[in-house]
C-alpha cells in the first residue's frame, strides 16, 4: 500500500506567475484536501475534492483551484502568485464519504516561495 | 477567528515524564477531535482521536481526554521518549464521517530531553 505522495518537493516562483501542485492518493482512498501551512501556523483547509467534484472550501479567494482526476490524483492551482502564498501545501486522502472515520493521511507537503 | 487554540507553542519533558498537551476550542458544532504528530519535512501523522460521545480514549502511551463543557481536550504521553519530540497538531471537525474538513491549532512544539 503506497502512501500519499505530493510533487514537487520544493519550488520557487515570483509574484504574478502561476503554479500547479500534484497529489497522488493513497490506494483505496476517494477523498483529497487540501492545506496551506504557513510558517509557524497549523494547517488551513483549501478545499476538498470527493470523486472529482469539490466537497467543501475554506476561506481562500478563487484564484486558488483545484481538479480532481478518475484514479482520485488531484491538482492544486494557485493563479497570480502573491508573496503571503508562501506556504508548505499538504495533500491528504481519506476513506469514502460516509465511512464513519475521519482519520486523513498527509502527504509530505510542497514547500512554495513566492519571490 | 481562531476556532482551534494551543496556547503553549512550547514544552520541555524529561525522558518517562508525562507530557500533557492542551488544546481549547470555540465551535460547538465540533464533534471529532484529532491529534497528529508532525516531523521537520514530513506530513502530520494521525495519532489518535476522540469522538465527542466519549471523555477518552486510549492507545498505547497515548491518551487523549474531552472536556465538552469546558471546550478543552487534553493529549497525555506516558512515558515520555526521546523519539516523541516534534510538533503536535490538534485538529477539529464537525461529523465523523471521513472527508470533513479538519480545523488545526497552531501546534505544540514537544521536546523530550533523554
Redesign the interface.
Known amino acids: 500500500e503506497t502512501g500519499v505522495t505530493q510533487s514537487p518537493t520544493h519550488l520557487i516562483k515570483t509574484r504574478g506567475q502561476q503554479v500547479t501542485l500534484r497529489c497522488s492518493s493513497q490506494s483505496g482512498h476517494n477523498t483529497v484536501s487540501w492545506y496551506q501551512q504557513a510558517l509557524g501556523q497549523g494547517p488551513q483547509f483549501i478545499f476538498q475534492y470527493y470523486r472529482e467534484e469539490e466537497n467543501g472550501r475554506g476561506n481562500f479567494p478563487p484564484r486558488f483551484s483545484g481538479l480532481q482526476f478518475p484514479n482520485y490524483s488531484s491538482e492544486l492551482n494557485v493563479n497570480a502568485l502573491e508573496l503571503d502564498d508562501s506556504a508548505l501545501y499538504l495533500c491528504a486522502s481519506s476513506l469514502a464519504a460516509g465511512v464513519l472515520r475521519n482519520e486523513q493521511f498527509f502527504g509530505p507537503g510542497t514547500r512554495l516561495t513566492v519571490l | 477567528d481562531q476556532q482551534?487554540k494551543?496556547n503553549s507553542p512550547s514544552l520541555s519533558v524529561q525522558e518517562g515524564r508525562i507530557s500533557i498537551l492542551n488544546c481549547d476550542y470555540t465551535n460547538s458544532m465540533f464533534d471529532?477531535f484529532?491529534w497528529?504528530k508532525k516531523y521537520p519535512?514530513?506530513?502530520?501523522?494521525?495519532l489518535i482521536?476522540i469522538s465527542s460521545i466519549k471523555d477518552k480514549n486510549e492507545d498505547g502511551r497515548f491518551t487523549v481526554f474531552l472536556n465538552k463543557s469546558a471546550k478543552h481536550l487534553s493529549l497525555h504521553i506516558v512515558p515520555s521518549q526521546p523519539g516523541d519530540s516534534a510538533v503536535y497538531?490538534c485538529?477539529a471537525?464537525a461529523?465523523?464521517?471521513?472527508?470533513?474538513?479538519?480545523?488545526?491549532?497552531?501546534?505544540t512544539q514537544l521536546t523530550v530531553n533523554p
Open positions: 482551534v494551543q471529532y484529532l497528529y519535512a514530513e506530513g502530520p501523522t494521525f482521536s497538531f485538529a471537525s461529523g465523523e464521517t471521513s472527508g470533513s474538513r479538519l480545523t488545526f491549532g497552531e501546534g
